[in-house]
């Protein structure tokens, strides 16, 4: 009977900036309505200022998502170019560099320098990656994947603060949108957590406890500069 472990990490393409972009649309367009309303603001102009802030934050993420990951990609590239380059110039060298690696992670010398060339036999450039440059197919960059992610979950978190605003208007605005929004963030984190395997209790938290940091500290600035209008 065979057995085998669930991995997670092979979700962090796609989980990483998901999280970021909802937990970011969550709590800047919560603190974004809530800093507004402190300002004693009319429904249509916090409803504006959300609506804007929306827009603003999804573009905003996938355009930073889209320049940060092709950074990571760009080096990516060029280290692999310059490891290809090295493997035809240098094989030889290549496979005693690969071995000393295994021989490092406690390979017997003889059984490593047999792994390294049949690794290097099969896919020279592969085994490199993965084991010198620290290169591999599930964590690798991928630009447009990490910017649709983080706009479209961007899009989705903001929306959640925006649509309590709209429905529940008046002297309860801010209590309703940030006692929702901690749900929210609360909800994202444990789910967060629960898809990377990590502890829901203490994702949860941390997402919470952060985003009523950032909300609570918006409202004093709306409050502040309502009093001095």
């Known amino acids: 009977m065979t ?9 962090v393409g796609w989980l990483r ?10 709590v800047s367009t919560a603190s974004l309505i809530i800093g507004v309303a402190a300002a004693n603001t009319t429904q249509e102009n916090i409803l504006l200022a959300g609506v804007a802030g929306l827009a603003a934050g999804a573009l905003s ?4 998502e889209y320049v940060s990951v092709s950074s990571q990609s760009d ?10 380059k090295s493997l035809e ?13 295994y021989q490092d992670r406690g390979l017997e010398s003889a059984l490593a320098r047999q792994v390294a060339e049949q690794l290097m036999a099969h896919d020279a450039l592969g085994a490199h990656a993965r084991d010198e440059i620290g290169i591999s ?11 649709v992610y983080s706009a479209g979950a961007f899009t989705v ?23 929702l929004s901690l749900f929210f963030l609360a909800f994202l984190g444990g789910l967060a957590a629960r898809a990377g395997g990590a502890s829901i209790m203490i994702g949860a938290f941390r997402v919470a406890f952060l985003g009523a940091l950032a909300m609570g500290l918006t409202a004093v600035v709306g409050r502040i500069f309502g009093i001095v209008a």
């Open 89 to 101: 110039d240098n094989l030889e060298s290549e496979k005693d560099e690969l071995a000393k690696i």
């Open 3 to 11: 057995h085998s472990e669930a991995h997670k990490s092979h979700r």
């Open 157 to 179: 978190g903001a929306a959640l603060p925006l649509s309590v605003a709209w429905i529940i208007p008046g002297y309860y605005l801010i209590v309703a949108v940030a006692v």
């Open 137 to 147: 197919k599930n964590a690798s960059a991928r630009p447009v994947q990490a910017a």
């Open 75 to 84: 080096t990516e590239n060029a280290d692999l170019a310059l490891e290809k």
């Open 61 to 64: 993420m996938a355009a930073g």
């Open 17 to 26: 900036p998901a999280v970021l972009g909802a937990n970011d649309g969550i």
